[in-house]
């Protein structure tokens, strides 16, 4: 199992950036998929997370109505699109897989996870 | 929203047993995830679902769940333990689901 994020870097207050998460070595389809960052010195947060067909997207209520993921099964990736980024947003965001598919209002645990791609929000 | 309580430290000496402790409203309810990460690496998976440990994961990491604590316990520790470790859950029903602990960095004496 891989997970390797890009698109990651500087960007300015305001802008915008789209982070991508390419995974290998399992069958995407079968997955949930989600983000999770971690701010400079700060502990572990739960950004947004997705089902495998994409009929269930979930957002932490610090990222509403700012950031939108999304999956292209065909191309075993999941992004995230950043938009009215704040300093506040700076972090290193992660790819993390779940252990299966969203089901019955559950999501299982963050099985694997990618290295990470640093987001600088900074004027 | 659903808040997960963690200790910010916890300190043990080599061959002792570690506890670290993951607070919340009922927790025994639902399903709790524990994540090893260690300076400048990415998380790591060491149990899941209270207590299930992935594959790979060594014997002496387990955990339990119950009431409105749940708790992930190393025995034997050793220097390679030292890290940060972060409880989990899936607040069903919330609008906001995903829920992380503070983290608790656990210092191998």
Redesign the interface.
Known sequence: VQLVESGGGPVKPGGSLRLSCAVSGFSFFGYSMNWVRQAPGKGLEWVSSISSDSAYIYYADSVMGRFTISRDNAKNSIYLQMNSLSAADTAVYYCARSGGDYDRGAMPEFDFWGQGSLVTVSS | ?YVLTQPPSVSVAPGKTARITCGGNNIGSK?V?W?Q?KSGQ????VV??DSDR?SGIPERFSGSNSGNMATLTITRVEAGDEA?Y?C?V?D??S?????????TKLTVL
């Open positions: 929203s399903s995830h994540y990460q990415a998380p790591v998976l899941y679902d992935p940060d972060s989990q899936w069903s029903g609008d906001h689901p995903g829920v992380f602990g503070g983290g």
